[in-house]
């Protein structure tokens, strides 16, 4: 079971939008490669074209698309790793497994912290401190959301 702080950080990531950013390859004066977003004052650093393969790999490159390795029923992309279908189907069902998992633990979070408000409510206490609460609820349910969202889009 993850801790809520996990489950926060999983719903920021499947909520956050996508961007884009000029990529540094640094090198130092010893050898060492560092890829970044922001160019330093090093001597050694040259921007990445959008296409090119970044990898920490010494050599590593992307192979060249063939043409029996490029689209049709076999499908993705170029140098990709296959697995076979059987591993595959494993992986997806683990993935759906821990998925449900979070789904049914945030949805656990998300009873607690509505009967908690309940409770806080029927008790007349201030408004300004229940607002916490009312915000913990309406985070669990965005996470519930993209839970549900993540395990719909699942084969």
């Known amino acids: 079971m993850m801790s809520p702080r996990t489950t926060l950080v999983l719903a920021a990531l499947l909520c956050s939008p996508l961007v884009h950013a000029d990529i540094y390859k640094c090198v130092d004066e010893a050898g060492h490669v560092t890829y970044t977003n922001s160019k330093t004052s090093s ?3 040259s921007v990445l074209a959008r296409d090119q393969a970044v990898s920490s790999v010494p050599g590593a490159t992307r ?3 063939s043409p029996a390795s ?3 029923a076999s499908g993705g992309s170029a140098g990709f790793p296959r697995v076979d279908a059987g591993t595959q189907k494993a992986r997806d ?11 049914n633990s945030e949805q656990g979070a998300l009873d607690a912290a509505s009967r908690q408000l309940a409770e806080q409510d029927a008790t007349r206490r201030a ?10 609820i309406q985070l669990h349910e965005r996470n519930v959301e993209a839970l549900k ?3 719909s889009n699942l084969r």
């Open 127 to 136: 408004s300004e401190r229940l607002q916490p609460l009312r915000d913990r």
């Open 63 to 65: 192979p060249a698309a």
């Open 43 to 45: 001597k050694g650093c």
């Open 70 to 72: 490029s689209g049709g």
């Open 93 to 103: 069902t683990d993935r759906r497994r821990i998925l449900e998992d979070e789904l």
């Open 149 to 151: 969202r993540e395990i």
